[in-house]
């Protein structure tokens, strides 16, 4: 029986509640979401933040408004983003990471188009200081994975000492200009790692539920969240609770045990 992290990713930086009338925007909601999350058997949190308007931003008292509720409430890790706003600068993308020190965040391997909205640009000197950045300020990467090109990167970066293992891989299939959320790609990308590696997954949209369901039975962990889909089957919009919920229940069906974010802690090496 194996412990597997559930990573809830409540908001995003795109989902609008337009799309989905559930989807958190305000520190208050996105804390309370989180909760509930926490409740169902959600062990980290992968936080995003939107200003006034519900657009993504990297404002950094936003960060630090909804850390310090959702730690009144439980002690579930706290996993920030490091991107989702496309006009945010190297600098605003770390700030929020030396204030808060979260145990984690988001480390994106590698620039890519997002397809019909822009460029997704993390530069090479820009992700040395960011893993220098986390380094000094005691945070776990998470290294995002969206084509096999940027776990090579990784592997460049931990033979430079820009990354320190053992890593934590974080796979993205389905985004619009990545890998296709299929079966065999996850497959593929989790033969590209370094033994020892941990490591997780996620599909977007209509490939959420196969890949959830292969990565539990490759014995690797998993994200679910409004972030990623906004429907808990086709036609019916979903809630970051009920998401949680299926995936602890298809877990526990499994064999498998859901970890705790103690279990967590300690299956990722956190201090």
């Not at 993390?122 to 380094?135: D, R, S, V, W």
């Amino acid at each position: 029986m194996s412990k597997i992290i559930i990573t809830a990713a409540v908001t995003g930086a795109w989902p609008k509640k337009e799309q989905n009338p559930h989807v958190p925007m305000t520190p208050q909601e996105i804390a309370e979401d989180v909760y509930k999350c926490y409740l169902a058997g959600a062990s980290i949190a992968h936080l995003h933040m939107r200003d006034d308007e519900g657009n993504g931003t990297m404002d950094k008292g936003k960060f630090e408004e909804t850390v310090n509720l959702i730690r009144q409430k439980c002690d579930i890790v706290i996993n920030c983003t490091t991107s989702g706003d496309l006009n945010a600068t190297d600098e605003t993308r770390q700030a929020h990471l030396k204030s808060l020190k979260p145990e984690m965040a988001s480390y994106d391997c590698g620039s890519m188009n997002w397809m019909h909205s822009g460029l997704f640009i993390n530069h090479p000197k820009f992700l040395e200081e960011l893993g220098y950045t986390m380094q000094e300020c005691n945070v776990k990467p998470e290294i995002e994975i969206f084509d096999a090109g940027m776990v090579y990167n990784s592997l460049h970066y931990l033979k430079k000492g820009v990354l320190k293992g053992p890593l934590h891989y974080q796979f993205v299939l389905g985004a619009a200009g990545g890998t296709a959320a299929t079966v065999e790609n996850l497959v593929y990308l989790k033969s590209l790692i370094p033994e020892g590696s941990t490591w997780s997954a996620f599909g977007i949209g209509k490939g959420h539920v196969p890949i959830m369901l292969t990565a539990i039975a490759m014995g690797g962990h998993v994200r679910v969240g409004l972030e990623d889909n906004l429907y808990y089957r086709p036609g019916v919009l979903a809630t970051n609770e009920q998401l949680v919920s299926r995936a602890a229940n298809i877990i526990r069906e499994s064999g498998n045990e859901v970890a705790s974010s103690d279990d967590a802690r300690e299956i990722l090496g956190l201090k």
